[in-house]
């Protein structure tokens, strides 16, 4: 039965290759950062109130222009369709069941069509990287568009690939064929490894037109050489020209670069250490969200990531003043766990979470909680 995050967790790690389980599990460098995102949201306690007869909660929001039953959007997660056949489609369904939106990765194993074709893609959200090769960024920005997808999030903490030990020490990291090794992990899960077989995507569907591999492992070589490591603000402004749709872009910590983002004309910014997979000993974004808040005003929508587990977690950002949160390992937990019912249980879960928290704290709605803002936490240090 899975009644926390850590519940499917533990699933996904007996049901899924170790180097699968780590890839998804770990982080980069000594993991500071991915251990520092959990620890500053347990810093951080209620003030509840009391006596005001919250007692059932209204957790409707409007996130990047899509409703939300409640503000929780699915992060991209590259390669998740290795977690279980069909993944990314399986999550997609999941969070739109769900009143929620996707922001489905670049890198995902099913095409951003694929995803698209099988939920209403005004709930999606496509997650783009800028590539060295900009004819390929601008045809997948068609694409996207093509598909039905209104809003682009463009990730920008990842112009290199740091060291992330675990995927190192298991061999995944730079291989580019499945080594005895790792193929040995795969035999000790036979139940994953038929899935595996018999899926219908064992490439990254999005890059196969453009020549980067014909394996999997091919193309998460490739990746990470394909993304170009000289962005600026003008390539920002490039798209914004171009892109008719909301855009937003993910990777900030710093105040002065989400005001840089409001002035650029972007509708959102979602703060973001990668779930301390980039750099090791960056912020997490709770701690740097209420002076990034301060930054812009409400002149644009600000969503937060990063070690999110529980509702109260994400009641903890929204008091804080943020619109939102994204969670990545809690649905790649489920959907290793479970498929599309793994990852419905742990979005229920965060939304029981956010609505017995609302109560507790005396927040009817979300406009309540957001204004509210600090007066219901204190920081426990
Ligand atoms: C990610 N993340 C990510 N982000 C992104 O913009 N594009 C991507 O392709 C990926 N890929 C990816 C793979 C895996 C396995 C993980 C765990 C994460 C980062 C992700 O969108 C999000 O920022 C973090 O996962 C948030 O932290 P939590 O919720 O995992 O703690």
Request: with cysteine; charged share 20%.
């Amino acid at each position: 039965m899975v009644i926390s995050v850590e519940d499917a967790r533990l699933a996904a790690r007996r049901g899924v290759p170790r180097w699968l389980f780590d890839y998804v599990d770990g982080g980069s460098g000594a993991e500071a950062t991915l251990r520092r995102n959990i620890a500053a949201l347990a810093r951080l306690g209620f003030l509840p109130s009391v006596l005001r007869g919250a007692a059932s909660p209204d957790t409707g929001t409007t996130l990047f222009g899509i409703p939300h039953r409640f503000p929780v959007i699915l992060a991209p997660v590259g390669m998740a369709g290795m977690l279980s056949p069909g993944g990314e489609i399986s999550a997609a369904i999941a969070a739109t069941r769900a009143g929620l939106s996707m922001c489905v990765s670049h890198f995902a194993l099913a095409s951003i069509e694929d995803v698209a074709a099988a939920v209403d893609p005004a709930r999606l959200m496509f997650q783009l990287y800028l590539f060295r090769d900009r004819a390929v960024t601008r045809d997948m920005v068609v694409r996207a568009w093509a598909a039905g997808v209104r809003t682009l999030v463009v990730t920008v903490d990842t112009p290199v690939t740091p060291l992330r030990p675990r995927d190192a020490r298991n061999g995944f990291r730079g291989s580019t064929h499945l080594s005895g090794r790792l193929a040995t992990q795969c035999l000790l899960r036979p139940r994953w490894l038929y899935g595996a077989l018999r899926r219908p995507n064992r490439i990254i569907r999005n890059l196969a037109p453009y020549g980067m591999g014909d394996t999997l492992f091919a193309q998460a070589a490739a990746i990470g050489r394909a993304i170009d490591p000289a962005i600026g603000w003008d390539d920002i402004a490039a798209l914004r020209e171009s892109w008719k749709g909301r855009l937003v872009v993910k990777g900030l910590l710093r105040p002065d670069d989400t005001e840089r983002a409001a002035a650029a004309g972007l509708d959102g910014v979602i703060l973001s250490n990668h779930g301390g997979r980039q750099l090791d000993g960056a912020v997490s974004s709770i701690e740097t969200l209420a002076a990034c808040r301060a930054a812009v005003g409400g002149r644009i929508e600000l969503c937060v990531d990063g070690g999110f587990r529980h509702g109260a977690d994400v009641v903890k950002a929204l008091a804080l003043g943020a619109h939102g949160v994204l969670i990545g390992r809690p649905w790649a937990y489920g959907l290793a766990a479970g498929g599309i019912e793994g990852v419905t249980d742990i979005l229920t879960l965060f939304h029981d979470g956010i609505r017995s928290s609302m109560t507790l704290l005396g927040a009817p709605d979300i406009a309540d909680l957001r204004e509210a803002r600090c007066d219901r936490l204190a920081s426990i240090t």
